[in-house]
Each structure stands twice: as C-alpha cells, then as structure tokens.
C-alpha cells in the first residue's frame, strides 16, 4: 500500500505537504513535484520523484507526465493518489484513476467560490474524487473533506516593541511578476519612509521579490529563498506583507503571524486569473490577514498586523477523504440511505449546517449552547446518496414535560430550514417523525417542502429582514433610508458611543439590562444567564459572538448579542431602556454591526424574525433591510389539548407574577432559569 502525493511547486505543495498531516497514513508514501528551493528545502526528508514543471494549461507537460505516471505505478506499488494540483495533477490521476489506483484530487484553499480548470477537468474523471475545501461549494459531485484553514485561529498578540522593526515582504514562488506591490512598498518601507517617521524605530526588511525586474529599485532584494530560510525570517518577523498566495499565507501563519495581503490581478499579468481576491476574502472573513487593495497600505495597518497573532489548533481535525472503493462503483438505488445521527457531532451534519442551505440556529455551536442549558438530547437524520455525499437532513428535540410529548424543531430559533432539496427527500427523512402522532413544530425561510406537506399545517407567519454586504461601505451608507442616516448622526450628536465587545461580562452586562427590559415592558421572563453564557461558550473561541452596547457617557443605554457563522452576522438578542430611546442609540447599533461585519468580510447582516402586528420594529429594520422574506410557522394539525392549554394558562399567569413591578429583578431573573424551558 503505496500513497503519491503530487503538487506542482508554490501553493499547491505547501496545502498537499501541510493537509498531507490530516490524512490517515497508508503505508509508505513518494513525492512528486518540480524541483526549486521550496521543494527540495520542504521535501528533505521524503521520497520524491523530481519532474520538469508543467505549464499552465499546458497540454505537452500535462502528457509528458503520463510515462513517469506508468513507471511509478509499476515500479512502486502505487494503490493511493493524492493532489492538490495544478495541471500535474492532470498528468497523473487520470491515468492511474484507469490502473485501479484510489485517486483523490483536492482543490486548492484559492478556489473559494468555483473550482479551478484542473478541478473542472477532474470532476468527470471516472474514479476521481474531488473535494472542495469549502462547504459552501460542496454538491454536484464536490465532496467537503476539510480545510486547510481549519487549524488556525486568530487571536490578539501583546508583542513589545523592540529596537527596530522587523517587516517581510514576499511574492511567493510564482512564475509571474508582481513589481506592482513592490514598489508600492518602497515609500513605506524605505529607511526614511512611513514607517520609521510613524515609530521612531529603524525599518529592517527582507523583500523576496520571485521574477519581478526590481533592479531600479532603492532595495536590497532576494528573488527566491529555501523554505527554512524564510520560515526563519518570518517567525522573527514584526510585520509581514505578501501577495494573497496560499503557499505565502500558510508559511505566516505556521510563523504564527497575521500578514497584510495583497490581490495579483490577472489584467496585469500577475496571475492566471483572479482566485486571489476569493482567498483574501475568505481569509479576511476568519480573522487572518488583513486584506488591502493595492496602494492602500497604511502604517495603522501594518501596526494592526503587528497585534495580531495566529496559532494552530493542539488536535487539528482529520481531512476526510472519501470511503468510496476506488474501483468502478456498480449500478446502484438513487434512493439515498437514512441515518440517524447525534447533530451536535456527526461531522456531515456538521457539513450541511456550513454549506448554503444552512444556519447558525443548524450549527453544531448554537444546537450544543441550547441542549446544555435546557437538556435536551436533539435527534437528526441525514440522507446520503450512493456515492457517500450528504443530500439532506433534519433535526428536532424530543420535549417532555408538563406541557405534554412534543418535537420542535428546533428550539428558541429564529428559523431552523430542514435540508431537504426535494419533496421525496423530506419524506425519506420524516417518515415516522412528523406522521408519528406526536405534535411537532418547526419555522422555514427556504425550505418548499415542509410547507407543502399534507401532514403540516401553517400556524403563522413572521418577517424576516437581512442587509447585504455586497458593495463598499459608502455605498451601504447611501441604501438604508435617509431617516436611518439622520437617526445615527442624532445619536453621534447625542454622544451615544459603541463597544463591541467578545468577552463574556458584556453578555452578563446586557443579561441584565434584558431582564429589567422584558420584565417592565413586556411582562415576559428573560432567558436565563446560563444560556448566554453557553452560548459564549460555544462561539467565543473564533470571536463569533459579539455585543455591542451603546452607552451615553458611562451609562449602557441600549445593547445587542450578535453571532457570526458561515459569513453572516445575525441579530440574536436586543435590549434598550425605553426612556432612552430618543438618543437612537439602537440606530447607532444596527449601523455599527454593519460596519463590523464589512471590515469582517462577512457577506450578510441577519436582522432576525419579527411578528406580523409589531410595526414600529418591522419599520425599524425596513430602515437597513434590503432584503424581506416571510418565515412560516408549521405544525400538526389539530395539536392542541384540553390539558395544554390549561397549563399554558397557569404558566401565563405565574409568569404575570414573577414579573410584576414588587418582584425584585433577581427573583424574576431566576425564575426565568427555572421556567423558560416550557415555552418552546
């Protein structure tokens, strides 16, 4: 049992070598690549086979692979292949995909939103299993074993300053150019330059500047260095800069650093096309680099990198390669295999919940957050089809208690989407469920299929509002409604100031002011502080729950809880005092979590549900909303029971008690722990 691991130089063989760690072993292993001082620095201690470079989409060097392909599966042994691309991959996994070889071909961490030539090519490759390294862009074929990205998380550095700053300026080991940045960095750099005049401090820099003519240049230059030399400087490093190159990006982070990335663009002739930007984003999303156009550089910037620190998770999890034999698969039913799963760690549920149809109220964080605070054991079915890929799945919790035997689906969420494609999928996955005799309800804002279910029946509608992150700030500015940008200038004239804040004391500061809020206004119960604190729990760890609270002078005045997941922000939890309000401070909310999800690069602002007969707040979100949609309430019919809604009434009416203007907020906080579990 032999696994190859091909990559051409540059990106492809730092992914391959860093995902080659997550991949189980398979007995021995060889190498294939081009030789240059990345390979030979990196590959040291490997076997490898050195092949002349295949060009981009070149044909020749794809064919010229094919007899090296032959004499390895020979000589070798060869029983697993493994590639990350670009066009070697071309040359090899075809070929042995046809000898019998279990051939996997991951697309590159790059390709974010669409796969690359080679993965197109690849995907209707008998026996060849692609994957894509984002769950958003799993389906048709693409499989989602993992992310290169998955093992680093970013986080805040306290690095002193010394005598002088150290900086790293790379391009990586591409064959194009990229004087556009480098020169561009002069003025910054340069012993006078920015830089020095911001700090006081002298400016060292390396500048791996790959194939650009630089010679004109007031610089002292080093085309290409060993991988170990560069990991070196990089670890030393207080600020690095480089193009948005996977290979780059990788070596900063395994040196635990945050680096400033700039795009190449293809019209300049600094790239094949333009799948740079895609992995800026992506990464500019998660909190590793800080994204910057070109020429856009500034010392706050570097500065800002400089306080940020990356590490690596202690496990990192397994990249999952397919169980499919790699033989030929017979004919088999299209009728996908039911199967019950435990939602909070199946890592397929896991992937559905990432993917587009999903959610953060589908999130294995938030479903972990409610089932701990309440204890709850959810339940979930997936479906999977022949070729082992998740096509659906559905989860609820089983509640009993004095209320009766009931399944929500799920609780104390906005929506919760079943992921069912098509009407014969729901039915695979509910059979027995919904048509069980058992009251059972769930909320969807995509999904058709419930909603046409004979067996369902609408019990009510909500609104549901969303902001677009889809155009530069200014240009979100100029969409919300006028009334909008007076009420946040009122409330900047008014000194309401924002906070946002990740820690978990903010979620207790704004649990309190929730409590007093729903108590005096709403005569309802808050839920209780253990449930924000799971939640924190859960998120905190990747900073993806935020509260930002608007306070006047020292006084917190209005507060909001905010969770961030697969790109979108979404409003979870508000809170205002009412004799405030004239200070809009909520107003001065909402367009804070606007401007903190664009320098995220998150791509939506999820303002939540709202009821039908609740105009002034379905006018308030109209202000930032540009996009509307109804959220559809379901259940059984004919659910409701004598004995239900006596107890319904008895909870009403103890709640009336808890929260009348005598009780102290502490006793109607607490009693909110101990019965907000019934109202799901």
């Known amino acids: 049992m032999t696994t190859l691991f091909v990559a051409t130089t540059g990106g492809h063989l730092a992914q391959l070598h860093s995902l080659s760690e997550r991949i189980p072993a398979d007995g021995p292993a060889v190498w294939v690549t081009s030789r240059n001082e990345q390979s030979t620095s990196m590959l040291a201690d490997r076997d490898v086979v050195y092949v002349p470079p295949v060009g981009g989409r070149s044909v020749p060097g794809v064919l010229r692979c094919l007899p090296i392909a032959h004499r390895l599966w020979r000589a070798r042994g060869i029983t697993r292949a493994i590639s990350t691309g670009s066009g070697i991959a071309l040359g090899f996994l075809p070929y042995l995909a046809a000898r019998g070889v279990e051939c996997h071909y991951v697309e590159s961490a790059a390709r974010v939103n669409s796969p690359s030539l080679t993965g197109r090519l690849l995907r209707w490759v008998p026996r060849v299993r692609v994957y894509t390294q984002y769950p958003q862009a799993a389906g048709r074929g693409w499989r989602h074993g993992g992310s290169q990205f998955d093992v680093y998380r970013a986080t805040t550095a306290d690095r002193p300053l010394g005598d002088r700053l150290r900086v790293v300026v790379t391009v990586g080991a591409s064959a194009y150019p990229f004087r556009r940045m480098i020169e561009s960095l002069v003025p910054l750099l340069e012993p006078e330059g920015a830089l020095h005049r911001a700090t006081g401090l002298p400016v060292e820099v390396l500048w791996q500047t790959g194939p650009a003519p630089v010679d004109d240049l007031p610089i002292q230059t080093k085309p290409y260095l060993p991988i170990t030399q560069l990991a070196e400087a990089l670890s030393s490093a207080d600020v690095v800069i480089s193009h948005s190159g996977t290979g780059s990006v990788l070596l900063a982070f395994d040196a635990g650093k945050a680096p400033v990335v700039v795009t190449r663009q293809r019209r300049f002739g600094e790239a094949i096309d333009d799948h740079q930007r895609q992995l800026a984003t992506e990464l500019g999303r998660r909190g590793l680099v800080l994204h910057r156009e070109f020429g856009q550089i500034t010392v706050d910037d570097l500065l800002a990198a400089r306080s940020t620190a990356v590490g690596t998770l202690r496990e990192p999890p397994p990249f999952q390669l397919s169980r499919t034999p790699a033989k030929a698969a017979p004919m088999r039913s299209t009728t996908p295999e039911i199967v019950t799963v435990d939602p909070r760690k199946d890592s397929r549920w896991a992937e559905l919940a990432a993917g587009p149809h999903g959610s953060v109220f589908t999130s294995q964080p938030w479903l972990e957050a409610v089932c701990q605070t309440y204890g709850f054991t959810p339940e979930a079915r997936i479906a999977v089809d022949a070729s082992g890929a998740v096509v659906g799945g559905f989860a609820w919790v089983r509640v009993r208690d004095v209320r009766g035997?009931?399944?929500?689906?799920?609780?104390?969420?906005?929506?919760?989407?079943?992921?069912?494609?098509?009407?014969?999928?729901?039915?695979?996955?509910?059979?027995?469920?919904?048509?069980?005799?058992?009251?059972?309800?769930?909320?969807?804002?995509?999904?058709?299929?419930?909603?046409?279910?004979?067996?369902?029946?609408?019990?009510?509608?909500?609104?549901?509002?969303?902001?677009?992150?889809?155009?530069?700030?200014?240009?979100?500015?100029?969409?919300?409604?006028?009334?909008?940008?007076?009420?946040?200038?009122?409330?900047?004239?008014?000194?309401?100031?924002?906070?946002?804040?990740?820690?978990?004391?903010?979620?207790?500061?704004?649990?309190?002011?929730?409590?007093?809020?729903?108590?005096?206004?709403?005569?309802?119960?808050?839920?209780?502080?253990?449930?924000?604190?799971?939640?924190?729990?859960?998120f905190h760890s990747d900073d993806s729950v935020v509260t930002m609270t608007a306070r006047v002078g020292d006084e917190p005045v209005a507060a909001a809880v905010f969770l961030q997941w697969n790109g979108v922000l979404h409003f979870k939890f508000g809170s205002s005092l009412p004799d405030r309000l004239r200070l809009r401070p909520n107003d001065a909310i909402y367009w804070a979590a606007i401007r903190w999800a664009v320098e995220r690069g998150l791509r939506l602002v999820d303002w939540g549900v709202s009821d039908l007969d609740q105009p002034g707040l379905l006018h308030f979100k109209r202000k930032y909303a540009d996009d509307e949609k109804q959220v559809v309430a379901l259940r059984s019919p004919g659910e409701s029971s004598t004995t239900r809604s006596e107890v319904d009434d008895l909870l009403g009416a103890i709640t009336g008690l808890l929260t009348d203007e005598s009780v102290s907020d502490d006793i109607t906080g607490k009693a909110g722990s101990l019965l907000y579990r019934y109202f799901c």
């Open 405 to 538: 035997e009931r399944l929500c689906s799920l609780p104390f969420s906005d929506w919760a989407d079943p992921f069912a494609p098509n009407e014969a999928v729901w039915h695979q996955l509910t059979n027995g469920v919904v048509d069980q005799g058992i009251p059972i309800a769930l909320r969807c804002l995509r999904s058709e299929a419930p909603v046409r279910d004979p067996r369902l029946q609408e019990a009510g509608r909500l609104a549901w509002h969303a902001t677009r992150l889809d155009v530069p700030l200014p240009e979100l500015h100029q969409r919300i409604s006028a009334t909008a940008r007076r009420n946040i200038a009122a409330a900047e004239r008014n000194g309401v100031r924002i906070s946002a804040d990740t820690g978990v004391e903010a979620l207790r500061d704004f649990y309190r002011m929730q409590v007093r809020l729903r108590k005096h206004k709403y005569r309802m119960l808050a839920q209780p502080m253990e449930f924000f604190e799971n939640i924190w729990e859960q």
